[in-house]
């Protein structure tokens, strides 16, 4: 059996302050004719894909915040024309954008709509990078703990377009027990929107590595989870800061199928073979053949890495090898000076 979903990634160039919402779902609106020519049924926005990266400034006008980059309601107004196309050109689409609800909480959101304009699911980012503080002596800063709650719907999936599909935002992509949730729920596409600056803020790091960390980790996830991975980025230089592009489509193989090549609005389109992700889950990555969730229970109990200390080790072992009655073990022999 064949089930085919042609898919694309809809890579926005820099959106800077000064454009309206109306400009940004304008171009929205552009891309998703386009990925409509090449045939796409599901197409992947970027994150925060109605205003600038705004996590990049210190703001301490809360309201002021709110207004110019949040959304009470999505679609508004002046996002609603994108809502309009994707469902007179029957596209289902993800899209992300930051979240206010009525009783004043603030989420770096993703949803998904399906082609008939109705909402299947709502995600809410889990993994906020950067800091809560000031750091006025650096380039520029990233204030997603600042501005955003940890998200409180975990990670889900939907039966969406006769595929299971989940969703993810950003930096969620560098944490693998992410995918390992969606791929147990069986999730076959991971759409997935970003904003990567292409400089470190916290220490200096070649641009191109950073691009590599970012193809190797889809790679990696789409492989290791048996999924198809659609990220798309926001990039270019957004009011002066550099964010690289690289949207990519992974194939459940790990191999990249389709790329971006500017950092500039583009898309990139794929007709993916679902099947391709269902036939990997019943061999390599037939979890409940092969996973072994009983030496896995660090994975939930711990959060940072513990070290036992050298000397505590030592001390452990050797009262391990008493109580087994022998005086010395092989490796008190080999620590000890000769
Ligand atoms: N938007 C987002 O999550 N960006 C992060 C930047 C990490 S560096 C603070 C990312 O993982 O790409």
Not at 49 to 74: G, I, L, N, Y
Not at 85 to 114: C, M
Request: charged share 25%.
């Amino acid at each position: 059996m064949s089930r085919h979903l042609k898919i694309a990634a809809a890579q926005l160039g820099p959106l800077n302050r000064s454009d309206t919402r109306a400009a940004a779902t304008q171009r929205l609106v552009n891309l998703l004719r386009e990925a409509h020519a090449m045939g796409a049924k599901f197409v992947v926005f970027p994150e925060l894909a109605f205003t600038t990266f705004f996590p990049r400034w210190w703001m301490e006008d809360q309201a002021e915040v709110d207004a110019r980059f949040f959304e009470k309601s999505v679609p508004s107004k002046e996002t609603q024309p994108l809502f309009d196309e994707a469902k007179k050109l029957g596209i289902g689409f993800y899209i992300g954008y930051a979240e206010l609800t009525p009783d004043n909480h603030r989420y770096n959101a993703a949803i998904l709509v399906a082609p008939d304009g109705r909402l299947v699911g709502k995600y809410r980012k889990v993994h906020l990078p950067g800091h809560a503080d000031h750091k006025p002596k650096a380039a520029f800063q990233h204030l997603e703990k600042k501005y955003f709650e940890v998200g409180d719907l975990g990670f889900r999936v939907w039966r969406y377009m006769d595929t299971i599909t989940g969703m993810l935002i950003c930096n969620d992509r560098r944490w693998p027990e992410a995918f390992r949730v969606l791929a147990l729920q069986g999730a076959e596409i991971v759409a997935l929107g970003f904003n990567t600056p292409t400089e470190n803020l916290h220490y200096p790091e070649p641009p191109a590595l950073r691009v590599h960390h970012h193809l190797i980790m889809a790679q990696s996830m789409a492989f290791q989870n048996a999924t198809w991975l659609i990220e798309t980025a926001k990039c270019g230089y957004e009011d002066g800061f550099r964010m690289f592009g690289h949207s990519v489509i992974v194939a459940p193989t790990g191999e990249i199928a389709v790329k971006s090549q500017t950092e500039e609005d583009e898309v990139v389109c794929t007709n993916a073979d679902i099947e391709m992700a269902a036939n990997l889950k019943r061999t390599m990555f037939n979890f409940a053949a092969h996973r072994r969730p009983e030496h896995y229970r660090l994975i939930v109990e711990r959060v940072g890495a513990e070290v036992t200390p050298w000397r505590s080790t030592m001390r452990a072992k050797r009262a391990r090898s008493r109580a087994a009655g022998s005086s010395m073990c092989w490796w008190i022999r080999r620590t000890r000076p000769r």
